[in-house]
């Protein structure tokens, strides 16, 4: 690991591959995208990409539109952006070990081979990055009503420096440690957007989520369709239920389960020998579809009744049957 200083260059650990840049060379700026969809968030960060002249990096946690998302402005120099600036591995590591997604903090670090810093962030974004003189508490204090502008208050404080009251004290080789074993770290300007990635894994996890809200809905269902051809079974009740007529049965079971009266359905039926082949509730009417002889209908009291007769049997003088719709009122 070889680190590029703004007073010397500095080799530390052994990784080949990562170089840190740790010069007063770039500008950092952040937006924080509030009431946005990620849909919505990479929608703008294309149109930065596309129009803006500076670098533009989203950090986003999740799809949903109330979690924090960061747009994150850079701007520096081509001749240095095959390094990774040390303000990322600050914020990866506190993200990773002190702080989370949204919160707000500000690092004070003396570095031997860049002197005296200060950086900024919102969770894993950076929102300024100084170096200062040695009066450390002055410039603190002037980072604080700065932040304050941009609506930053209360930000958690860290510093490898010992006299830095309220901060939780870090070391610096624990943080270029991180970076030594965190393969992941690597030049921000390498990490583009793969707006591919990004809506396979969107729709994966909408998918995901769809199929555990069924099986949650299907769990919790009073008549779970586990054995279909079951047969259920009351003192009045009996039904076949199989997987093409479940739906419904269903939404007939929730019916009478609503229903105060089924019980004077059942023992009307009962009472005149009447087999329902559809039954049908409106109001408090129930529609009892059925086939009887015509006597049978008109013997039974207070009862509407529609059907269709044959003349021919009327003039035989026979009975027949008909098929018929007993209006049966339930108050």
Same mark, same amino acid.
């Not at 502008?149 to 830095?164: A, G, Y």
């Given at each position: 690991?070889? !680190? ?29 995208? %509030? ?6 968030? *990479? %929608?703008? $960060? ?34 240095? %952006? ?20 949204? /919160? ?23 929102? *300024? ?5 040695? @009066?450390?508490?002055? #410039?603190?204090?002037?980072?604080? &009503? ?6 930053? @208050?209360?930000?958690? !404080?860290?510093?490898?420096?010992? #006299? ?5 004290? *870090?070391?610096?080789?624990?943080? $270029? ?36 809200? +069924? ?36 939404? $007939? ?30 109001? /408090? ?10 006597? #049978? !209908? ?11 007769? +044959? ?16 209006? &049966?009122? $339930?108050?």
């Amino acid at each position: 690991m070889n !680190i590029i200083g703004e007073k010397k260059n500095y080799q530390k650990f052994s990784r080949n591959d990562l170089v840190i840049l740790d010069k007063n060379v770039i500008e950092f700026s952040v937006e924080r995208l %509030k009431n946005c969809s990620i849909f919505e968030a *990479l %929608k703008i $960060l294309r149109y930065k990409r596309k129009y803006g002249t500076d670098f533009y990096h989203l950090y986003w946690r999740n799809i949903f539109s109330n979690s924090p998302k960061y747009l994150q402005k850079i701007t520096v120099q081509d001749r240095w %952006k095959n390094y990774v600036p040390i303000e990322n591995i600050i914020a990866d590591y506190l993200v990773k070990k002190e702080v989370n997604f949204a /919160d707000n903090w500000i690092y004070v670090g003396c570095h031997n081979w860049s002197g005296y810093r200060i950086i900024a962030g919102c969770g894993p974004a950076i929102v *300024l990055s100084r170096f200062i003189p040695k @009066n450390i508490a002055q #410039e603190l204090e002037n980072t604080k &009503l700065y932040l304050k502008r941009l609506h930053i @208050n209360s930000p958690k !404080i860290f510093s490898t420096i010992d #006299e830095i009251e309220g901060a939780k004290l *870090l070391g610096i080789d624990d943080i $270029l440690n991180f970076a030594e074993q965190n393969g992941n770290i690597r030049p921000i300007f390498q990490k583009k957007c793969d707006f591919l990635r990004y809506f396979a894994w969107i729709t994966i996890s909408i998918l995901a989520s769809m199929a555990l809200h +069924n099986s949650y809905q299907i769990y919790n269902q009073k008549y779970p369709p586990k054995n279909l051809n079951n047969k259920i079974k009351t003192e009045n009740l009996s039904i076949y239920m199989s997987s093409k007529n479940y739906d419904s049965l269903m939404n $007939l079971l929730t019916e009478l389960n609503d229903h105060l009266n089924w019980d004077k359905i059942s023992e009307f039926c009962k009472k005149n020998d009447i087999k329902i082949q559809a039954l049908k509730l409106s109001g /408090d009417v129930a529609k009892i579809k059925t086939e009887l002889p015509l006597k #049978e !209908i008109k013997q039974l009291k207070n009862i509407k009744a529609d059907y269709i007769t +044959n003349s021919s049997y009327e003039k035989l003088g026979s009975d027949q049957t008909v098929e018929a719709v007993l209006w &049966l009122k $339930l108050n």
